[in-house]
């Protein structure tokens, strides 16, 4: 059987290191706010870029973190609107109805699976005070073009890096660059998750840069906006027993801080692997009744996710399965369609729900050998 992603094998294949620095936790007798904290939070706004990262509970919380303290910081108010793509996991779109804030859900392209910048403009209104990209399938979602519009309008760039640890921006560069441009935008590139005012990560398991349970943080360069997150996460105390805010506890644990900082270490080679089995699956992938999103250079996608469409994806899914490999879909229900957001389920967003039908994810992941993707393929092309 190949699996989808098989996280027990993810952790052996640092299971040294890791299972060290969680020894050292347990029998330091400290386990929150801490050393590994420091060190983590400093680790990783160097590797990011940016000057802060503030550890909390896990992904979604630092979406809602980033939202909430522009609201207590006066930048937003309740009924103000955050663009954001339709085609999300829905965590992303909580984090803006959570503080109050009203999406306004933009289609993404069918090629690039990534908000359609050129549909922005139109949906920008007095209240629009945010554009939320995300890095989908970690895919960069970032361009120009949108950083223009956030100029133009006075938006907060929001970033959505739940899924794109480790990729890299090109913040000069409007087109979509290919392999063959790589050479020439190398030295503009910028990690996601340092391009905007702030960005939300998750470390849950499954993401390029996973813990052992849940984990997230917040990245920006803006003091403030730091403070605050830290100051919300943490009950809304900026000093102990003083409570400024109506916060929750929603802070990062010292052992996952600890396995994050190894793990961070090992993630660009993590991400070159699976960037290698990528360029396997576009090399070698023939079928005509699958189609493959455009292909990135592998600066701007860490690939977390390999998404194939077909107009007969769950045949396909069926036939994968029957042959010992197993696949996922992201996302089966699109937000718009789910019943927590009720009020939108009339909408129509073609391209985003034909992405939902057709999507199927391949099996990628820093432990999948080539022979398996091989094997992948093989079972692909096979199908008729
Ligand atoms: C995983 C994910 C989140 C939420 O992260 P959690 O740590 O699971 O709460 C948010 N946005 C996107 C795009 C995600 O993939």
Redesign the pocket.
């Known amino acids: 059987m190949i699996s989808f992603l098989s996280l027990k094998e993810v952790t052996a294949l640092h299971g040294g290191e890791i299972n060290a620095a969680v020894a050292r936790v347990v029998n330091s007798g400290w386990y929150l706010q801490g050393k590994e904290n420091e060190k983590f939070e400093k680790d990783y706004a160097d590797y990011i870029g940016t000057k802060y990262a503030v550890g909390c509970a896990?992904?979604?919380d630092a979406?809602i973190w980033i939202f909430r303290a522009y609201v207590e910081l006066g930048v937003m108010q309740h009924g103000d609107e955050v663009i954001v793509p339709a085609n999300?996991?829905i965590?992303?779109i909580l984090a803006i109805t959570e503080n109050g804030l009203k999406p306004v859900l933009v289609e993404p392209r069918f090629d690039t699976l990534e908000i359609d910048d050129e549909s922005i403009e139109e949906r920008i209104t007095p209240k629009t005070k945010a554009i939320c990209i995300?890095h989908?399938y970690g895919r960069c979602a970032y361009t120009e073009r949108i950083g223009a519009l956030c100029e133009k309008y006075h938006l907060k760039l929001v970033e959505?890096n739940?899924?794109a640890h480790g990729c890299y921006a090109a913040t000069n560069n409007s087109k979509l660059a290919t392999d063959s441009q790589l050479s020439t935008f190398n030295a503009q590139l910028k990690r996601t998750g340092s391009i905007g005012d702030a960005a939300g990560h998750?470390f849950?398991p499954g993401?390029n840069l996973g813990a052992l349970g849940?984990g997230?943080a917040v990245t920006t360069n803006n003091k403030t906006l730091a403070d605050m997150v830290r100051t919300l996460a943490n009950y809304g105390s900026e000093r102990k027993y003083v409570f400024g805010y109506r916060g929750r506890n929603s802070r990062l644990d010292e052992i996952q801080a600890a396995v994050l900082d190894v793990k961070l270490k090992h993630l660009d080679d993590d991400n070159a692997h699976r960037q290698a089995i990528a360029a396997y699956y576009y090399d070698n992938i023939t079928n005509p009744l699958l189609k493959l999103p455009f292909r990135l250079n592998d600066a701007q996608n860490v690939y977390h996710i390999f998404p194939v469409f077909c107009e007969r994806r769950d045949e396909l899914q069926d036939y994968l399965t029957e042959n010992g490999v197993q696949t996922l879909i992201h996302y089966p229900i699109p937000p718009h369609k789910q019943r927590c957001y009720s009020e939108w389920n009339g909408m129509e967003l073609p391209i985003t729900e034909k992405i939902h039908r057709e999507e199927l994810s391949l099996p990628i992941s820093p432990v999948l050998t080539m022979e398996e993707a091989k094997q992948v393929v093989e079972l692909l092309n096979a199908w008729k």
């Open positions: 896990n992904g979604l979406l999300t996991y965590a992303t995300v989908l959505d739940a899924q998750s849950y993401k849940d997230g």
